[in-house]
Every structure is written in structure tokens, then in C-alpha cells.
């Protein structure tokens, strides 16, 4: 009789097994799923014969940042404290491209599918889109005519400080504004680095190349140390519930629009508003992930974080990062925003590497319906830096 009860226990326990496994659920498939499918594809990558197009770039990234996601959001201090899966999965997946556990021809083909074919600029419209139509349309005109002025300002602050400590370091005044922060809140490389490497060789004389060389880590340690901060900055808002928005900029006794609220200066018709937010809505969920891991395959290289990581530059960088949200949350504070929401878009998300960034930047804070805020932050203070560059080269180089 003990035995026959001891054969139970044992397959009821075994059960409760099988069926706690099937439960995590990975990419909406059961765990045992989901590692029969990572193994055939991964099993392609190595061997050579994963195809070199979108559908071999979209499944290896996908089968990467849904594991290493997860595996960001189980590890304690990582979840707790470093940013969760986001930040997990952006470091670990361009550590498996940097130092060549990933095959090139796969590492070539994720930069193709996230820079040439376009990946990155579909998601960022699907979530802007569908965040902006998604807000209450006062709240957005409330909140865009106070959010410029915070941003601008807590750059500003970012900018002197950063001065301050370059006269602090022995590094110069001028140098430490020129090449550590005007590159950090630039806008990332394409509408940032390189034509501000380009107004500073029309003005020096020096070679461009040189420059960008130059401008190329304080970029990406600023943006590193963005998303950490924003992770940091979500946790302290957790911890301080007067301070945290929880996702919303500014309080609204509507925040959330429904059924026919949902116009957009009357021109869209409500049906494909509602389509637009529920589009964004699946794209953030599935392809989240997949669109991180590709960020850290293709556009982070720890080689040249790790060569730009002296005592000084870091210190500097941190404190502009620090002066930038202290700022940002302090003004948002006065004009009525959320001091955790005004500290991680209109402070962060000017250090951000573009729209690239910005994802990084909200997904680790868990701030993504914040995407239309972000944009405006890097992209506007990034053509104000432009400018304002063009005078302080001549004054300060």
C-alpha cells in the first residue's frame, strides 16, 4: 500500500512539474515549444544556413531578446536595480555580436535588417502613432507647450555643469562642452555626431573623422547611462508614489481616450485611430524584445564603450546625466508634470542616441506610451544643440 501511495505522490509531483514547465510561456509558445524552435534557429545561425534576409534577422533576434529578456527580469539585482530584461538584453546581445560568439554573417545581416531594410523605422512609427492618437489630444497640447521650455533648460544646466567639472578635471571648459557634452545631446549619430563633426571641422580645420572618433563614446556612455538612470530613476518612483506618474506625464482627469473622444483635430476617423493604438499595442508587445536584442547587435559596440571608460570621462558623464534629470524633474515638478516622467523624457531622453535610444531609454523605465515625448526631446534639443554648436565652436574651440 505505501509503495502504491509513494507511486502516486511521485507522478503527481512529476505532473506539477510538467505542467509548472508549461506554463512559462515564451513568445506565447510553452517553454519545451520554445526551445525546440531557439534550437532550430540557432542550430541555423552557427552552421551558416540561417537565410541572410528579414525573416532569418527578425527570428534570431526575436529567439535572443525574448530568452535574454527573461532572463534580465529573473536575475535580482538586474531587475531590481540595472533596468530589468531591456537593459539585460541590449548588454548581452551586442556582448554576443562584440566579441564574436555570434557568426559575422549574422551580426551583417541584423545591422542590415535594423539599419537598410528598416525595422527600426517601423517601429518607432507604429508606437508614435499610436501613442499620440491614443492621448488625450488637450493633455498633449497642455503638456508639449510646457515640455520644450524643461528640456531646453535642463540641458542648459547639463551643459554648464559638464564645464564645471572639465575645469575640475583639468580637461578645459570649453573641450569638456565641445566633445563630451554637446555630442551626449546631440540626437545620436546620423542626425547628431556627424554633422556636428562636420560643423566642427568647417570651423577648426581638423579632420572630421578625427572628430567623430572623438564624439563617438561620449554618445554611446551617454546613452548607456541613460537607460540605467531611467531604470533607476522608475524604481525611486515606485518607492515615492507622489513622484511617479505611473506612465503619464501630467495629471488629467481623462487621461485615456475612448470610442468617439478619439479625434485627432477631427481629420481621422475614430475606427482607424482606434486601429492605429491597437497596432501600436501589438507591435510593442511582440517585437519589443526582438527590436532590443537588435539594438545590441548592431549598433552598441562594447569595445569602444570600453575604451572611452577613464575616471575622468565617466565622472564627467554621470554628472551630466545626473544634472539632466535632477533638472528636468525639478522643473516638470513646477509646471505640473510628474518629477519621474519630466526626469526620464525631457531630462534623459536628451542624451538618448535618436529613436534608438529613446526605446532603450522608456523600455528599461517601463515608460513606452511616452514615446511622442522622447521624440520631441532628442529630436528638437538635438537641432538646438546643432545650432548653438555652430556659435560655441567659434567662442569655446
Known amino acids: 500500500m505505501e509503495k502504491?501511495?509513494?507511486?502516486?505522490q511521485t507522478v503527481g509531483l512529476s505532473g506539477m512539474k510538467k505542467s509548472?514547465?508549461?506554463?512559462?510561456?515564451?513568445?506565447?509558445?510553452?517553454?519545451?515549444?520554445?526551445?525546440?524552435?531557439?534550437?532550430?534557429?540557432?542550430?541555423?545561425?552557427?552552421?551558416?544556413?540561417?537565410?541572410?534576409?528579414?525573416?532569418?534577422?527578425?527570428?534570431i533576434m526575436m529567439v535572443l531578446g525574448s530568452a535574454l529578456n527573461l532572463m534580465g527580469n529573473k536575475i535580482p539585482i538586474i531587475r531590481s536595480y540595472l533596468g530589468g530584461g531591456a537593459v539585460f538584453c541590449i548588454f548581452a546581445s551586442s556582448a554576443l555580436a562584440t566579441f564574436g560568439i555570434l557568426p559575422s554573417a549574422v551580426v551583417e545581416n541584423c545591422k542590415d535588417f535594423m539599419n537598410n531594410v528598416g525595422f527600426l523605422d517601423f517601429y518607432i512609427a507604429a508606437l508614435i502613432t499610436g501613442s499620440i492618437l491614443g492621448m488625450n489630444r488637450d493633455l498633449l497640447k497642455k503638456a508639449a507647450v510646457r515640455f520644450l521650455p524643461i528640456s531646453f533648460l535642463s540641458m542648459a544646466c547639463a551643459i554648464l555643469m559638464a564645464g564645471l567639472m572639465g575645469i575640475i578635471t583639468g580637461r578645459g571648459f570649453g573641450q569638456t562642452i565641445l566633445y563630451i557634452a554637446l555630442p551626449m545631446m546631440s540626437g545620436g549619430m546620423g542626425a547628431g555626431v556627424i554633422p556636428l563633426s562636420g560643423i566642427y571641422a568647417g570651423a577648426t580645420g581638423a579632420d572630421s573623422a578625427q572628430i567623430i572618433s572623438q564624439m563617438i563614446p561620449a554618445s554611446a556612455v551617454g546613452n548607456v547611462l541613460a537607460i540605467i538612470c531611467a531604470a533607476l530613476i522608475a524604481k525611486i518612483g515606485t518607492i515615492v508614489p507622489a513622484i511617479n506618474g505611473n506612465g503619464e506625464l501630467m495629471p488629467s482627469k481623462d487621461e485615456k481616450r475612448s470610442g468617439k473622444e478619439m479625434k485627432l483635430a477631427g481629420i481621422i476617423p475614430a475606427k482607424y485611430e482606434e486601429a492605429a493604438v491597437q497596432w501600436s499595442q501589438f507591435v510593442m508587445k511582440n517585437f519589443t524584445s526582438a527590436l532590443l536584442a537588435g539594438i545590441g547587435i548592431a549598433l552598441l559596440d562594447l569595445k569602444v564603450l570600453g575604451a572611452a571608460l577613464t575616471p575622468e570621462f565617466m565622472l564627467i558623464t554621470v554628472v551630466i546625466i545626473l544634472t539632466v534629470a535632477?533638472?528636468?524633474?525639478?522643473f516638470g515638478k513646477f509646471v505640473g508634470f510628474y518629477p519621474v516622467e519630466a526626469a526620464?523624457?525631457?531630462g534623459l531622453c536628451t542624451n538618448s542616441m535618436g529613436g534608438t535610444g529613446?526605446?532603450?531609454?522608456l523600455s528599461a523605465s517601463d515608460r513606452m506610451g511616452l514615446i511622442p515625448f522622447a521624440q520631441m526631446a532628442t529630436r528638437l534639443g538635438g537641432a538646438l544643440v546643432l545650432i548653438s554648436a555652430s556659435f560655441l565652436i567659434t567662442i569655446l574651440g
Do not use: D, Q, R
Open 4 to 8: 502504491v501511495i509513494k507511486s502516486v
Open 20 to 59: 509548472k514547465i508549461n506554463e512559462i510561456k515564451i513568445m506565447g509558445m510553452s517553454l519545451p515549444v520554445y526551445i525546440i524552435v531557439a534550437f532550430v534557429i540557432l542550430y541555423a545561425a552557427m552552421t551558416g544556413i540561417l537565410p541572410e534576409n528579414m525573416v532569418g534577422a527578425l527570428a
Open 326 to 330: 535632477l533638472c528636468a524633474g525639478l
Open 344 to 346: 526620464i523624457t525631457a
Open 358 to 361: 529613446n526605446i532603450a531609454v
